[in-house]
């Protein structure tokens, strides 16, 4: 392990050596007294603290994702890069990303701005430039209709050859291992079991999507921590005829980009789960580590019977997604255990859906999230069924006896009927500040109804 | 005329400042909040000598520190900055830990031991009414015998309405920072809409005159109404600090502490009765008005009467009975929020008419239009409930030209051929007018100042009262002032505006701040001028009123072969003795109230406006998009086009923010459950409408009012153009089943749609 973190800030090393590890990269930077990265929620849903990181994808061609500096711990900087919107103007000279924002009248308060063009920044590079470019960003100002139309304009003009598509094309340098006082970056899975080994109390952390609010808002979350995101084959995602295997730490942006139409509940589940800048960091692994009952993503491992790859120093062991979820926020993971992939079985014939209901249709907490999963024979009866939920319930749950129920009958109208009947009994939901339990309950029959109509002639 | 926001460049670079990031003078100290877990309670006493102990601690405040007035009320003096023996609110501050950061202040502030006899809380409207807990005697506006003419209407309906508040959610939280200066002032920077007030809150609670106080404000990150007066306390307790402690302290609220600390929109309860005649044509409306206060009254009184003068909204009623009550709960403080309780007014107003259409089996289009304020109708149809005319009447003209543009008729045979093939996917579209009238209602607000230096080098110093949180108030002052001084907007610089610049100022609200210091700017800007032409027409030979001042240069008309830059005049005007500084005044002429009578001419003059929303509701979530939004509104002569077209979408979108996805929710304890962006829900940008038209209103005459170059206020009426969403929303409802009624909670999240499917098709069935 190296003894002095550097990481480079804008072009130039900044050495983080008397860092607080846990303190987010925004107050690091305020503290600075560089005020361009705004402190909106300090909970990751505004996006005003919006920055672009680089990140290397599987191939090793470098990305600018933006991501939100209030859930980036500074301990997982050393060896990383990162562009804030000070560095984006040349003098005087604004980037064209800035100059599209300021024609189309984009900023009001301005207090957003910074991160709307940090994300509008990683598009323009990217080339994603459209709603889900900002849906992380909130204005309160503007409306948005100027903003999308500057997102509209930047896809008129390609991106200059400039210092920042230099930095993308520079000779990729694999981040190294490092250590920020008790904040450690290991590279190897093995590296990572063996200072779990030596810290026993140490918390994983992948993308610091949800560990990051609590640090953000200086709850002491753990004593020391093992950063997974610069773990190379934690990322690697690999498709084969009958199942499809992804890194426990694989971004889900990269999931949008890599298993597109491969994947059906995956393809209609990802868009809705958080927004870029949080789908740029956050992972399965993390999802199921921290194993939400509402984590959007777990429905759909129960729906299609994946199995999730843990591993300790004693070995490796695969768990089904039915029997991973104990209680609240309780997992079959033993505490020295990682979570390295999940593993989805390729099936033909199914027919499956994901639903979210929230308050909000873009970055939102579920409602209720439902996975659904049929299989129909010959004789049109039907011989598998996974009728998976989020937000119903403690753990994300199937609702098995009307699973049960399914088998052996034809999805006429009776039978729909029937099996509405009983999933609206099949939970006890609570009622709290997003809903009541009666509305659940509701769509657990409702969503049910939907996917059939949708996918039955 | 299109310009661009003057901070443009400082916002998209992060140049910008804004309250919290100048540089921290040395010694800063940050402050923190010992918060109540109780809504209502005594408070039995407070030991903080585990927080002191802390390293870092400076001192904890707590209400034996405030050597002037224990007060921040800004119309009642019920507003104790720190309360000394009760807790009136989920989360209210009962002491301030003062540090050398904010971490160690936070840290220390969770030490302080508080301890507490909790009392009994009122928490929502029905319970303080069942309690008899209100603010203040009742307020009334009425016209004719409303019982009477109800009685005798050929058709009667009743019913009641609950309204959902609105958290601001100005993305820069409440901020200040306080020095004292080296001759005892008090130097105050605030995100605040209202320096003076702000000025004058800190002079009270350090029990010094107000000219020992500067309140300085450069620019805020948002602020809606909520930094109206609810900036007030955390400058007040940033000014306490500094003012024990010798030391400059600052203050930035937290997310969740803001949304906690802060009042919001009013929530409002409607009770209601109307007669109308078979036609849908409204005799008269009965209503009484119950507005959620929270624990102390603020700015209440204004809000609830603008309710109850924009119940009419665009519709003409010849007897009317408005009773109005803020209750008294256990909540933060409702406030001032864009509007100001026009909207509240509004929804119950189009609540109604809508009752009355389909009651009657008509279409809701023709009974608006039916119930119009009209001119030059005898018997006369366009006398407000409060005694007002409505002044240049452009809803009907306005109305037409949006129908036709947004193709609405057409679009409406294509919904219900839609609607008809889809049993659980329903359109709907509907068109709502705005009419909104302009001024404070409390007359001795409507006036403004100014202030502008020209330098001997031709360059400007523009102050004025007005303040800056994003809507463009600057770029449009900077546009008065170029075009009466005739110099370019580069040679003219807005200061920071600064209660020792511009005194006695109201607050930046009411939509009347490029009203009022607009008519300020150019009297002082005509001021100069005055003096500088006859300087120019000695240099250049000619009369002073021949004299042209345009872009920088000077001339004679009909003799542009010689001009002069505007600095060389200037300079000649120096020489010679003239000064070259001016202050500017204005007051709004013609303005009346008779708040006891509920009757007067408050307004000066109205905006009016029309919106078309078209929306598809899920019929197996209860889930909406809103697939096309059409509005037309009426900016007069526009100051900066894209400005007002800015404030025009902006909102639009928090308006429907409002009435659907933005929905404050408390425990039983009175703890706010959505107090972070992860629960209270603002629009994003995936929740505008692709199909997202916008024009201004090309009007035939400009307006009959004097207001700044024929323009017209813009901040708050277009909030209420997302009326229309609520409507078309309930059209949908109502395609699945059949019913002479569609009630829709506010906000109409998708579990409040999905509920009012299930009832429509109860009805049905």
């Excluded at chain 1, 997974?228 to 949008?256: K, Q």
Aim: proline share 5%.
């Amino acid at each position: 392990m190296t003894n002095s973190p550097v990481f480079k800030l804008n072009f130039a090393d900044v050495a983080l050596d008397d860092a607080v590890p846990t303190e987010s990269l925004l107050r690091w930077l305020n503290r600075r007294g560089m005020s361009g990265t705004k402190e909106g929620c300090a909970d990751g849903d505004c996006g005003a603290c919006t920055v672009a990181l680089i990140e290397r994808d599987g191939d090793g061609r470098a990305h600018f994702r933006a991501c939100n500096s209030c859930l980036l711990p500074v301990g997982a900087l050393p060896g990383r890069e990162v562009i804030t919107v000070e560095a984006l103007a040349d003098g005087a000279a604004l980037h064209p990303v800035q100059t599209a924002l300021v024609d189309c009248s984009g900023s009001q308060c301005g207090y957003c701005t910074p991160g709307f063009v940090m994300s509008l920044f990683a598009g323009y590079y990217g080339s994603e430039l459209n709603d889900l470019t900002t849906e992380g960003n909130l204005c309160r100002c503007t409306g948005y209709r100027p903003i999308r139309e500057a997102t509209r304009q930047l896809t008129l003009i390609e991106p200059p050859r400039d210092r920042f598509h230099d930095l993308l094309a520079a000779p990729c340098v694999p981040l190294v291992s490092a250590s920020v006082g008790n904040f450690h970056n290991p590279v190897a899975i093995e590296d990572a079991l063996q200072l779990k080994q030596t810290h026993p109390d140490a918390s994983w952390i992948a993308g610091a999507t949800d560990l990051g609010v609590s640090l953000s808002h200086g709850q002491r979350v753990a004593p020391a921590f093992v950063a997974l995101d610069r773990i190379a084959s934690l990322r690697e995602i690999e498709v084969t005829a009958d199942h499809i295997r992804i890194g426990a730490c694989a971004p889900l942006s990269e999931l949008e980009e890599h298993l597109a139409g491969l994947v059906p509940a995956l393809d209609q589940m990802l868009p809705w789960f958080a927004a870029r800048q949080v789908r740029n960091r956050a992972t399965f692994g993390g999802n199921l580590g921290s194993a939400s009952p509402i984590g959007d993503l777990l429905p759909i491992l129960l729906a299609l019977d994946a199995c999730i790859e843990c591993r300790n120093l004693g070995g490796m062991r695969m768990i089904e997604a039915a029997d991973f979820f104990l209680d609240y926020r309780k997992t079959a993971r033993a505490e020295d255990e990682l979570i390295t992939a999940v593993v989805l079985p390729r099936r033909s014939g199914r027919m499956t859906a994901a639903y979210k209901v929230a308050k909000r249709q873009t970055d939102d907490i579920s409602i209720v999230a439902a996975v659904f999963a049929l299989e129909c024979d010959d004789d049109q009866r039907v011989c598998h069924a996974r009728l998976a939920y989020g937000g119903v319930a403690a753990i994300p749950m199937r609702a098995r006896e009307v699973e049960g129920f399914l088998l052996g009958r034809k999805l006429d109208t009776d039978t729909i009927e029937q099996t509405s009947q009983r999933l609206r009994a099949a939970f006890q939901p609570l009622s709290d500040h997003r809903a009541s339990a009666e509305y659940r309950s509701a769509l657990c029959a409702s969503l049910f109804e939907r996917f059939v109509a949708e996918h039955t002639p | 005329m299109s310009r661009l926001h003057e901070s443009a460049v400082g916002h998209v670079s992060g140049r910008a400042i804004y309250t919290d990031e100048q540089h921290p003078p040395v010694g800063m100290l940050s402050l923190h909040p010992v918060q109540s877990p109780h809504a209502h309670a005594r408070i039995l006493g407070i030991d903080a000598a585990a927080a002191r102990a802390i390293d870092g601690v400076v001192g904890v405040l707590t209400a034996t520190d405030i050597p002037g007035e224990n007060d921040t009320g800004p119309i009642i003096h019920d507003e104790p900055l720190i309360p000394a023996e009760l807790v009136q609110f989920h989360g209210q501050a009962v002491a301030w830990v003062v540090a050398r950061d904010a971490a160690t202040a936070a840290a220390a502030a969770r030490l302080v031991h508080v301890e507490y006899q909790a009392l009994p809380a009122l928490l929502d409207i029905p319970q303080a009414i069942a309690a008899g807990s209100y603010h203040l005697p009742p307020a009334r506006v009425a016209r004719g015998d409303a019982s009477a003419a109800i009685a005798a209407a050929r058709h009667r309906i009743e019913g009641e309405l609950a309204v959902g508040g609105q958290d601001h959610f100005y993305l820069e939280t409440q901020a200040s920072w306080v020095s004292i200066d080296a001759e005892g002032s008090v130097q105050i920077t605030s995100s605040t809409q209202h320096p003076t007030e702000t000025q004058i809150i800190v002079a009270r609670v350090l029990g010094i005159p107000a000219h020992r106080v500067v309140c300085r404000c450069l620019r805020m990150g948002g602020g809606f109404g909520g930094k109206e007066t609810q900036a007030n306390p955390y400058a007040a307790v940033a000014a306490l600090a500094a003012w024990k402690f010798g030391r400059p302290a600052r203050i930035k609220l937290p997310r969740a502490i803001d949304m906690q600390m802060t009042g919001k929109r009013h929530p409002f309860f409607a009770r209601y009765q109307a007669g109308f005649d078979d036609n849908g044509v409204l005799q008269a409306i009965d209503l009484d008005l119950y507005a959620d206060g929270g624990w102390s009254v603020d700015l209440s009184p204004p809000v609830l009467m603008r309710a109850m003068v924009h119940v009419d909204n665009a519709y003409f009623i010849p007897h009317v009975a408005i009773r109005g009550l803020i209750c008294k709960t256990h909540l933060a403080s409702n406030t001032a929020f864009r509007g100001f309780g026009g909207p509240q007014g509004m929804i119950v107003g189009e609540e109604i008419i809508d009752r009355v259409a389909r009651h009657l089996g008509l279409d809701p289009v023709l009974v608006r239009e039916r119930n119009f304020y009209r001119p030059g109708q005898n018997p006369d149809r366009n006398q407000t409930h409060y005694g007002q005319p409505v002044v240049d009447n452009q809803i009907e003209r306005l109305w037409q030209q949006l129908l036709e543009r947004s193709d609405f008729h057409a679009r409406r045979e294509d919904i219900r051929t839609f609607n008809r093939a889809h049993d659980q996917c329903k359109r709907g579209i509907a068109i709502t007018p705005v009419k909104f009238g302009i001024s404070f209602n409390k007359t001795e607000y409507n006036q403004a100042g100014a202030l502008v230096h020209v330098y001997t080098d031709g360059s400007v110093q523009l102050n004025h009262g007005g303040t800056e949180m994003g809507q463009g108030l600057h770029t449009k002052m900077l546009a008065v002032a170029s075009r009466v001084l005739g110099v370019t907007e580069r040679s003219i610089r807005v200061m920071a505006t600064s209660t020792d610049k511009v005194p006695n100022t109201s607050a930046t609200a009411a939509s009347s701040g490029s009203d009022l210091n607009g008519q300020a700017v150019k009297a002082a800007c005509d001021t100069l001028r005055g003096r500088l032409a006859p300087v120019a027409a000695q240099l250049l030979g000619g009369q002073a009123e021949e004299v042209i001042f345009a872009e920088g240069r000077v001339w004679l008309a009909g003799r542009d072969d010689h001009t002069l830059n505007f600095a060389e005049v200037v300079a000649a005007a120096y020489r010679s003795r003239i000064s070259l500084s001016a202050t500017g005044y204005y007051r709004t002429p013609g303005l009346s109230w008779d708040p006891a009578l509920g009757q007067g001419h408050p307004f000066y003059y109205f905006a009016y406006g029309a919106a078309v929303s078209e929306v598809e509701v899920c019929g197996y979530t209860g889930v909406h998009s809103l697939r096309r939004v059409d509005l037309l509104h009426d900016v007069g002569d526009s100051l900066v086009e894209a400005i007002d077209r800015g404030q025009i979408e902006g909102g639009f979108v928090q308006g429907m923010g409002w009435l659907t996805c933005e929905e404050l929710r408390w425990s039983n304890s009175g703890r706010l459950l959505t107090d972070a962006p992860s629960t209270y829900k603002i629009p994003t940008i995936d929740d505008v409408p692709l199909q997202f038209n916008v024009d201004l209103y090309r009007r035939a005459d400009p307006p009959s009012t004097e207001v700044i170059f024929h323009s017209k206020g813009v901040g708050e009426p277009p909030l209420m153009l997302a009326l229309s969403v609520r409507e078309a929303l309930r059209e949908a409802v109502a395609a699945f089943g059949r019913a002479d009624r569609v009630d829709l909670a506010a906000p109409s999240t998708p579990e409040a749609i999905f509920m009012a499917i299930d009832r429509v098709r109860a009805h049905a069935g």
